[in-house]
């Protein structure tokens, strides 16, 4: 089985940093995309960032410039350095991935969510 574990989200002022970190682990062969979404309150869950494995990114056109995804591909882990943090930047943080247990077996998981509250 294959699980994705969120860390990093907390609260903190406008205009602050926070590093979000999101590592797959179990029966992995390989995987492609990865990414972070974010869902408000009473809003729809909507793509932040993502990172194809040979580093290709997409991000969403409210976070360009201030928001940064990567990946460490040996670690299976993905990271969102997310600066200039605005209050509507508040959301739960969701991580998401392609992942392959096998060549011919690919799956898309969801981590479980982590807060990230931008407030004074």
């Known amino acids: 089985q294959v699980q994705l574990v969120e860390s990093g989200g907390g609260l903190v002022q406008p205009g602050g940093s926070l590093r979000l970190s999101c590592a797959a682990s179990g029966s992995i062969f390989s995987i492609n995309l990865m990414g972070w979404y974010r869902q408000a309150p009473g809003k729809q869950r909507e793509l932040v960032a993502a990172?194809?494995?040979?580093?290709?990114?997409n991000y969403a056109d409210s976070v360009k410039g201030r928001f940064t995804i990567s990946r460490d591909n040996a670690k299976n882990t993905v990271y969102l350095q997310m600066n200039s943090l605005k209050p509507e930047d508040t959301a739960v943080y969701y991580c998401n991935a392609d992942i392959r247990s096998s060549a011919w077996s690919g799956t898309n998981y969801w981590g479980q969510g982590t807060q990230v509250t931008v407030s004074s």
């Open positions: 990172i194809m494995g040979g580093g290709s990114t």
